[in-house]
């Protein structure tokens, strides 16, 4: 039998589409009758889910418990559901790196959203490069947008410690090559590290870009650091899907809510939390796509400023789920707003002050207040000097403080390849002092910008009880990673900065309190071998990866493409299709 047809509603980008006159709007309420859905379901604001699941990125395994959860706000609150999937980037699972595709994930975003006729858009996300590149595409689409967080891992037990994926990973296996865990207990490690879905549950790059999430404003409260497992995750995603609708309805945009104000709260944040380096990565390509000048000096003066409340690793003792439980993300806003713009809109349609003005400390082991911070400054400094004349990165809330002012000769590796060759090699001419040098592992020369920066300490020194070098290059690190390391030495050695110039035998001065790296090599010894400098051979010749190196930017331009900076923002109605 036949309903006798429902108006449809002229508004929108939806309703637009299914109004389309003659055999274009017979066609988009025909096929999406096959779905099951009739004019009274076409007649509300369509919303879309972008789902990131994937079965190769364990972060987003209990996804499509999320997005059930999206659809039924959504109905609650009037709207029309409907999921739709953008390429899932797994940390543990990609090679060469992850970074490779973000903006390729973040193009995905974007023109899906500006693609499909959506009205507002929930975007899941979580893992390291998912959030970042959810980030990115709304800002470019700018179409009504909440982002919502898988959310963190439980803690993980063994022996009594609490671990921590993946600090431990790392601590522990350095444990292993010193010799010092035998087989049998390293994989029950492996048994015990990661007891739940969600993301990394230390401060590395999940965690913190998640909780950056909501600074910006671009999240529900809560987003930041309610566990995975824990049913109030389920909350939030039903939640996002009522407040999406009316977001839609009040046609509220991301370029709203991601202005610098906005920007300049999450650094702050980032800096209270003594978060990962990669924020230093991933703000800047938001700022480039929102069109806010976002310099590097913007950090360090943030850091300089903010003093750390999260006590955190791998800067503090704590990890998320014990954050969660001392307030979260809320509780360390309220305690910054003098430092933050608490005038700033958020998707809830109210300011970030408003948010969290019933937010309050219930644990101050885990969350230090403004008057008794854990330590007076943020956790990451900016270096310049000719060693890096557009900029480094050190996270020295994470560093040994008897290395942050250090004077040493380089072991130079040309490539992550010649380090796994040579680092452990016994006769490698190397000691504690020595700074070890990895070129050849940024944007291009990675390629991809690998998170490599946490050279290995050679083994030989290892088993004499060294656990901490000088380690300098042009990569990243993942940030659970900790020790006294410089990162994103810009301009990259592949491209020809002076990371390209520095040899084995020279001294290079790190003088973190003062902001410094000096290659302390003559001028004329460094124009010599400028000279005879010859790029390395281009990873890629074809596809993708020829696309990422003919158009990647440098680290402090955020490593997105030349071609994506700005923002293109989707059009109220659908265009018609033709
Ligand atoms: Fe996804 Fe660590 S593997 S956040």
Redesign the pocket.
């Known amino acids: 039998m036949t309903e006798i047809p429902e108006k449809l509603e002229d508004a929108g980008r939806g309703r637009a589409f299914f109004n389309e006159p003659d055999t274009a709007g017979l066609m988009h309420r025909a096929f999406t009758r096959s779905l099951g859905f009739d004019r009274t379901d076409m007649n509300r604001p369509m919303i879309g889910i972008l789902n990131t699941y994937s079965e190769m990125?364990?972060?987003h395994a209990h996804f499509p418990e999320l997005v059930e959860a999206v659809k039924r706000g959504v109905w609650q609150a009037g709207g029309f559901p409907l999921e739709f999937p953008t390429i899932s980037l797994?940390?543990?699972y990609l090679t060469p790196t992850s970074m490779l595709w973000r903006n390729l994930a973040a193009m995905d975003t974007e023109e899906m959203i500006r693609g499909n006729p959506m009205d507002g858009v929930v975007v899941l996300c979580?893992?390291?490069k998912t959030t970042p590149a959810a980030l990115m595409g709304v800002a470019s689409a700018d179409l009504p947008a909440i982002l919502v967080s898988g959310g963190p891992m439980l803690n993980g037990h063994w022996r009594g410690q609490t671990l921590g994926?993946?600090t431990d990973c790392r601590r522990l296996t350095t444990e292993y090559r010193a010799g010092n865990l035998s087989d049998e207990e390293y994989a029950e490690v492996e048994e015990n590290l990661v007891r739940s879905r969600g993301?990394?549950m230390v401060m590395?790059?999940?965690?913190t870009m998640n909780s950056l999430t909501e600074a910006l404003g671009i999240s529900l409260p809560g987003n930041g650091a309610i566990p995975a497992a824990d049913s109030r995750r389920i909350l939030l995603a039903e939640r996002a899907g009522r407040r999406i609708v009316a977001m839609a309805e009040e046609g509220m945009r991301p370029s709203q809510i991601l202005t610098s104000d906005a920007m300049e709260n999450a650094i702050t944040l980032l800096c209270s939390l003594g978060g990962s380096t990669n924020a230093v990565v991933h703000l800047p390509a938001l700022a480039g796509r929102l069109g806010v000048s976002l310099p590097l000096t913007l950090f360090d003066d943030i850091s300089r400023r903010t003093p750390l409340l999260a006590n955190v690793r791998p800067a503090g003792s704590f990890q998320m789920e014990d954050l969660f439980y001392a307030g979260g993300v809320s509780a360390i806003l309220h305690q910054l707003l003098p430092l933050l713009h608490g005038d700033a809109l958020t998707v809830t349609g109210r300011t970030l002050a408003e948010n969290v003005a019933q937010s309050s400390i219930v644990n101050p082991e885990v969350i230090h207040s403004l008057d008794r911070p854990l330590k007076t400054e943020g956790g990451l400094a900016i270096l310049r000097g000719n060693l890096a004349p557009s900029g480094a990165v050190i996270k020295h809330a994470a560093a040994s403080p008897a290395l942050l002012q250090h004077r040493g000769r380089a072991v130079v590796f040309h490539s992550f390849a010649d380090l796994q060759e040579r680092i452990d090699d016994p006769t490698l001419d190397v000691g504690p002092d020595d700074v070890l040098v990895l070129q050849n592992a940024g944007p291009v020369g990675g390629p991809g910008m690998p998170e490599v920066g946490n050279l290995p300490i050679p083994k030989k020194l290892l088993k004499q009880g060294v656990r901490d070098m000088v380690r300098i290059s042009d990569a990243r690190m993942s940030g659970?990673a900790l020790g006294t390391i410089v990162l994103h030495v810009a301009p990259e050695a592949a491209v020809g900065g002076p990371l390209s110039l520095v040899r084995t035998g020279d001294e290079i001065e790190l003088d973190a309190a003062g902001r410094r790296l000096e290659l302390c090599v003559e001028q004329e010894e460094l124009d010599r071998r400028r000279a005879a400098w010859r790029p390395p051979e281009a990873a890629y010749g074809r596809g993708y990866g020829k696309l990422f190196l003919d158009h990647v930017l440098q680290a402090p331009q955020g490593m997105d493409f030349d071609f994506l900076q700005g923002r293109d923002p989707v059009q109220a109605m659908a265009q018609p299709k033709f």
């Open positions: 990125n364990n972060c797994g940390e543990i979580g893992c390291d994926a993946c993301h990394c590395g790059t999940a965690s659970t």
